[in-house]
């Protein structure tokens, strides 16, 4: 039986990396993988995946206004679909791999953030979470060594950032994983200086 996974992190804590490796063990297995990415993830260039340990795949942007089913669809049959950067499809094209899973039993493995920077949820992660199969945290860790939970976002400066839009494309140098506790710590300790 088909299921929609939502396997969330933190940044840095290899969500892409694991995209391409579970890519990677389907196509060995013989089986053909619809990889996808939002549009709005446009770092390494519209159609490219890539970590930060150098992996790198082709994969079909998604645009806001796609309906996922029919592009689904478009695409032609395929075993699997794995999605990267997941929180930034809309909670409809959400409900619409949920629709593929349950109408076409097709898993779908989504990769992607829980929250911004601020610890709000994503829309489209809000959406996971409601919807998803199994929901599994890819761990990272906080420079204290407690587990990381919040993606503290960094000016040019290395000072964290608490406001601004929601979506602000980075890598390490925009964003640094963190604990909730040294997040709040730097917070007041910028505050008072």
């Known amino acids: 039986m088909a299921k929609l996974y939502f396997k969330y992190g933190t940044m840095g804590s290899s969500k892409s990396a694991q995209a391409l490796i579970t890519q990677f063990n389907y196509e060995e297995m013989g089986m053909t993988v619809w990889l996808i990415k939002p549009s709005i993830d446009n770092r390494d260039g519209a159609n490219i995946v890539r970590s930060r340990i150098g992996l790198v795949r082709e994969a079909e942007v998604i645009f ?6 029919t592009r689904y669809q478009q695409a ?23 629709q593929i899973v349950d109408e076409l039993e097709i898993p779908v493995l989504c990769f992607g953030l829980r929250t911004d920077f601020l610890t709000h949820l ?6 996971l979470l409601e919807l998803a199969d199994s929901i ?18 960094l000016d040019s400066m290395g000072k964290i950032v608490t406001t601004g ?9 925009s964003y640094a994983a963190m604990c909730h506790r040294c997040w709040r710590k730097k917070i007041h300790a910028q505050k008072t200086s």
Do not use: H, M, W, Y
């Open 64 to 69: 806001p206004q796609d309906n996922l089913l």
């Open 165 to 173: 839009d929601q979506v602000l494309l980075g890598g390490n140098d």
């Open 136 to 153: 599994t945290e890819i761990k990272n860790v906080c420079a204290c060594g407690a587990k990381a939970t919040v993606n503290a976002r």
């Open 122 to 127: 994503f829309p489209g992660s809000r959406r």
């Open 76 to 98: 032609g049959t395929t075993d699997v679909i794995i999605a990267d950067e997941a929180q930034f499809l809309t909670p409809d094209q959400i409900d619409q791999l949920r």
